[in-house]
C-alpha cells in the first residue's frame, strides 16, 4: 500500500473529458476541507513540464501531487483522493480494496484499458466557453 498522503493534493485531470471531469466535480463536490487543488490540464496555461511530468504522462493517466512532493498515478491517485475523506465508509472500504493483492492488479488492468479509450470518449462542451473553465473554482 502506497504510503499515506500529505494533503492537500493536487489532482491533474484533463477537464475537457468528460468522463474525468465529473468524476473530478463529484470530488470536489465533496471537499469540505480544502484537501485537493485541481488542476486543468486542458487549459491552454498549464505547463506539464514545471511538474517534471512531460505531458503525454498526464494526458495518459490521472495524476495527483501530494503536498510533500510523491507523485501517485492511476489507480493510487484514486487511492490518494479518496484518503481525503476519511469520514467516508464507501471511501475507506474502497481504498482498502483497490489495494488488496487480487483486486489491485485487476484494478489497474482496467484502469489501463480506460486510459487507452478515454481519447474516444465524448469531450465536454463547455470546457472553456467564457475564456476560464468552471473546474478548480471555489
Known amino acids: 500500500m502506497p504510503s499515506k498522503p500529505d494533503f492537500p493534493l493536487y489532482v491533474f485531470y484533463d477537464g475537457s473529458c468528460a468522463v474525468c471531469a465529473s468524476e473530478i466535480e463529484h470530488y470536489q463536490r465533496l471537499d469540505r476541507e480544502n484537501r485537493l487543488i485541481l488542476e486543468n490540464i486542458a487549459l491552454p496555461g498549464f505547463i506539464a513540464a514545471a511538474h ?12 495527483v501531487i501530494d503536498n510533500g512532493g510523491r507523485v501517485y498515478r492511476g489507480v493510487e491517485a484514486f487511492w490518494a483522493i479518496w484518503q481525503a475523506f476519511p469520514s467516508s465508509t464507501l471511501y ?11 483486486v489491485n492488479p485487476l484494478a489497474r488492468l482496467c484502469y489501463r484499458c480506460f ?9 465536454r ?12 473554482k471555489r
Not at 462542451?125 to 478548480?136: I, K, M
Request: charged fraction near 20%; aromatic fraction near 6%; hydrophobic fraction near 35%.
Open 115 to 123: 486510459a487507452r479509450i478515454r481519447g474516444y470518449l465524448p469531450k
Open 92 to 102: 475507506g472500504l474502497l481504498g482498502t480494496a483497490i489495494m488488496l493483492p487480487l
Open 125 to 136: 462542451q463547455d470546457v472553456c466557453d467564457s475564456g476560464s473553465c468552471r473546474l478548480g
Open 52 to 63: 517534471g511530468i512531460s505531458r503525454e504522462d498526464f494526458l495518459y493517466q490521472l495524476h
